[in-house]
Structure formats: C-alpha cells, structure tokens
C-alpha cells in the first residue's frame, strides 16, 4: 500500500473512497466537508440527519456519491469532542479509514489530512499519526490462514492519497507519512515476531531474526551456552536449563553514521521468553494459552533495531536480550535451588514462574557494564502488573526523575499508556529477603507483585539511570481495536523510537 500526498480539490478526486470528517455535535459544516456537502448537493447533512451520524468518534457516515462528484463513495469519520481531539485520535482515524476501505473492496482512497483544518494539528505531525494509523490498521496475521490470506491480497488496498490544498505543505506531510510508515513498519514487525507461534520462534530463532538486521550501522553479537557458561551467567541459564532448545543472549549494537566522541549511549534490555510454561511452577492451562506473548520485550527491541538505520538517532543504542524457554523437564530448575547471577548475587528460586528476572538481572549485568547514559527494559514481567493497570498500560518503574519523565513524554507522544509505580525502598526486606541466599526471586505475598519484580531488577542496575516497563497487559491485545488486532500490539517500539529522537546528541 502507498500513501501519498496529492494536491487536488477532493470534489474532483477521482477515488473509490473519499474520507472527509466532521467533529461531533457539528450543525454548521465548514471546510473540506463544507466544500463536499456543496458538491454533494448538501447530500452528507440531509444523511446525516437521516442516520443519525453525530460526529462521534468512531462513527462512520458512508455512501454512494452516485456520480455528483468523481470519487465513487463518501465516507464521513466522526472525530469525536473537539476538546478530546488530538493525534491519538488522528491515529485512530487513520486506522478506521483503512479497515473501511478494505470492507467496501476500494483499491483507492482519497482522505484529508485530518487534524490539519480546524483541528489545529501541525502538518507533518497530522500526516504522521494518519500513516501510522492506517498501517497499523491494516495490520493482520494471516501466515497459517490460506485462504483468509487470499482474500486480504485480492481485497487489498493499493493506495492512500492524502489531498491537501496547499502546495506548499506538500513537504512537511510528506515528511510526516515516512515517519508513520517507519514507526509502523518496526511496530507490525515486532506484531508478526509475538504472534509467530513459539514452536516457531525459539530462542535460536529470535537470535536468527537478530543476526539479520546486521548491516547499515547494526552489528550483532550472539552467546551462545558454552560461552553464557564461561561468563557466568547463572541466573539466566538456570530458567534455560529446563528446555531441550539451547538459550542465546543476543547483543545488538547501532553506531550512529557520524561518531562523535560524546554521543550518548543508551542500553535497551528485552524479556525474551519464548514461551513460558511456568517451569516446574507450571501455570495452569489458561495462563499458559498466550505464553508465546513472553518475548515481547525482545520482539519490541528487533522491531526498533528493523528501523534503527532510518530512524537515525545520533546516539550509540545497544539492544540485549536473553532469550530462552521456560520448560519444565527432569533437567529443570527446582524451586529451592540457588543459581549465582552474572553480578555475583546469589538467587534462591522460589517459583520457577517469576523466571523473566532472573534471565534479565544477566541481561541487565551485561548492560551495566556497557556503561550506558541510560538503560531501559521492556518486560512482560507480572501478572500483578495486569491486575493493577489493566490490560493496556505498562507500569513503569525507574531509579532517575528526569528518565522517568523522559519515557512517560515519548509514551504520551507515541500514543503507548504508562503509568508510574513506586519503588518502595520499605517492602525490599519482605519482598525480597532469603534465609539462603542474596535475593528470593518471587516474594511470599501476592501484594504488590508488579513492584516487587521491579525492586528485584534494581538490584542488579546499581546507579545507572533506568526505567523499567512491565508490558504484561499492553504487549498482548485480548480483543481487536481498530489500531490492532486480537494479538501481539508491538507495544514499546513507538515509545522507544519517539525517546531516541527527541534525545540530544550530547547528553
Ligand atoms: N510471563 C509471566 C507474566 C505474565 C502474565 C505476562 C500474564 C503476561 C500475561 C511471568 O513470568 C510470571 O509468570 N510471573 C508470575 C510471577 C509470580 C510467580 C511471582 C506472575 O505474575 O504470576
Ligand atoms: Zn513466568
Ligand atoms: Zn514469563
């Protein structure tokens, strides 16, 4: 599918679909609706009044142009409360406009640059979120559904024609459309990785997807057991132990084009289960059904890394994941047992089921000892975390006000819901504490689950920056929204894309 910017009059775009919008509780049409309303012989007001379209967000006004304009159909997208509007709602707009089209078989389709008029958005950040949106929203899985498949190809839409007036915002949209198309192209690639059955995407696999973004400043580092062994990393190899599939750590470096000397560093960590199981702890059978959901976190740094060389940041980004799988087998991790972590802790398992920090408290080990200006991780971490925040917002947690503050900016912009859980220094001694060892890795109590997991990864960051994102609820999606379907989101990859940006290049 092309999108792309046209400057025509859409009373004269020759189109199977004209997506035009008006704002809820509108009597009054003014610009481009005004302009089709006159066109259409004031046709959209009489329906509009027929139908009962109020303008409300997610309403869709659609009709046959019967020949008084060019284009073959009209369809009009309620925006919603003016004072609700913003490029969330241009995102979504993007996404309904496309599943639209798609329904009524239109292999062309003509649009506004909603939010750009009277929504008061700037071009290309308008132009932007409606890319972005209308990727997003075409996004399917349909690798093991033939059939399906076919029918998605044939019905396919083959171009967006974003129509403005003015010729000279003719750049700046088109510099927003390559920005959503980039932001949606690592998002849908992070989709495909999480709904990729796990028989499919064990731990070699995600390390292959890995090896294969070498190239255009990325180069890749892979560890494999013997190797993880020699290092030491005890606490990620006892969760892999159970699995017949032998674990990888996989070390992603992009290097800026132009290496400065002073270029901020910053390490991304990502949870990379490939299916969790529970271990010897075993989950039952409906918590184990989305488990391949569990490197998610990983699936969100390769979804980065896919667009890292276009995105460009001018900082030196390092992406590290320790992927295995969570089996229980004769061979498998004990409850009871002590594993020795990379940074010298000592770790008693007391439910193989909180496996994910004990493979990123390795993970994280090695990123401090990259020295980064900031490290943050993305973890499909607690169960806990869903019953505190529902399914669609990540907790974040963090040692450093400003980074902190930094991530829940580039979520908001990215559109990704996050929202900040304390690190209680106070509940460290009854979360955390072992009669045996260092560190227990799950806490007695089921109180505060989220944020126990989160205090047990502080301890292995020390005083470097960093952010933890507990992505249980929004990396997987229950049920279809117009922005994704039922499945892996992609969550993290806007956010992290949207941080590195709007990072300056000297710290
Ligand atoms: N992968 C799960 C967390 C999870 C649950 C992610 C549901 C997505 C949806 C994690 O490894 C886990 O099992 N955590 C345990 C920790 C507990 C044993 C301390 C949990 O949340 O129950
Ligand atoms: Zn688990
Ligand atoms: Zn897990």
Redesign the pocket.
Known sequence: MKIEVSLADITKAKVDLLVINEFEGVREPSGATATANKALGGLIYDLAAAEHFEGKEGQVLLFHAHGKIPAARVAVLGLGKRDEFSLDTVRRLGAVLIRKARDVGAKSVGTILHGAGVGGLEPTEAARSLAEGIHLGAYRFLRYRGEEAKKAAEREVKEVKIIIREKGKAAAVRAGIAQGELIAEGVTFARDLVNEPAAKMKPGDLAEVGRELRGNGISVELFDEEQLRQMGTGAFLGVAQGSDEPPFLVHLIYQPKHLTKKRPKVAIVGKA?TF?T?GL?L?PAE?ME??K??MAGAAAILGLFKILPRLAPAIEVHGIFAACENMPSGKALRPGDILHSLAGKTIEVT?T????RLTLADALTLAVRLKPDAIVDLA?????C?VALGQEVAGLMGNNERLVAAIKESAKRAGEKVWELPLVKEYKEEYLKSEVADLRN??KSRYG?AI??GLFLAEFVGDTSWVHLDI?GP??AERETPLCPKGGTGFGVATLAEWLTSLPSRP
């Open positions: 289960i969790d529970g702890s989950k918590a989305t488990m959901l569990d439910n089921d909180a496996e994910g499909t971490l607690t169960g806990a869903m799950a806490p689950g126990a997991a249980a990396a997987w």
